[in-house]
């Protein structure tokens, strides 16, 4: 099967890192499809626009058209630069948007396909704010019942990335 991509780069949250369970089982999910899995470390960097700057850096290094990956503020850092690298999608999980303070800097406008999965019982980022995104981008949103880390949802996750990356292609 013809990929129009070529890696995948996966972006972790505030207090995670580079290779947390879920990143390892989607980039496995990638893997498995023929498609490089990359995952930037970002701990000892809170500034959300510092974190941009990186993934632009790296991402310009990489074979691309790109697939970004981004869980809370990974997925805010994901959406912010997909419009300046060559990306074909977004598949985001539980995204840091319109968050106290910071609205003016959700991500809007991103020119390829996106996907969200979101936790209804999050109490970190509201639902409503993966809600609202995913209307005004015409984003498939995914409910699921979890909290913000969506650990115990890492299988039905993993089955909704593979499917996202195979209607890419």
Request: aromatic share 8%.
């Amino acid at each position: 099967m013809s990929r129009s991509f070529r890696t995948c780069v996966f972006s972790h949250g505030k207090e995670s890192g580079p290779w947390g369970a879920k990143i390892v089982a989607l980039a496995a999910v990638a893997r498995s499809l023929g498609v490089a899995a990359e995952s930037i470390d970002y701990q000892g960097i809170d500034d959300p626009r510092e974190r941009v700057d990186k993934l632009l850096e790296q991402g310009a290094k990489l074979p691309g058209p790109l697939v970004l990956i981004g869980s809370s503020m990974g997925g805010h850092v994901s959406a912010a630069v997909a419009s300046r690298l060559p990306v074909r999608g977004l598949f985001l999980l539980a995204p840091a948007f319109y968050m106290p303070g910071l609205e003016a800097y959700t991500p809007r406008d991103v020119p390829c396909p996106a996907a969200l999965v979101h936790g209804w019982n999050d109490d970190i980022v509201p639902v409503e704010s993966s809600i609202r995104w995913a209307r005004e981008q015409g984003a498939t949103l995914t409910l699921l019942q979890s909290d913000h880390r969506l650990q115990d949802r890492i299988d039905d996750i993993a089955a909704l990335f593979r499917r996202f990356l195979e209607a890419l292609c």
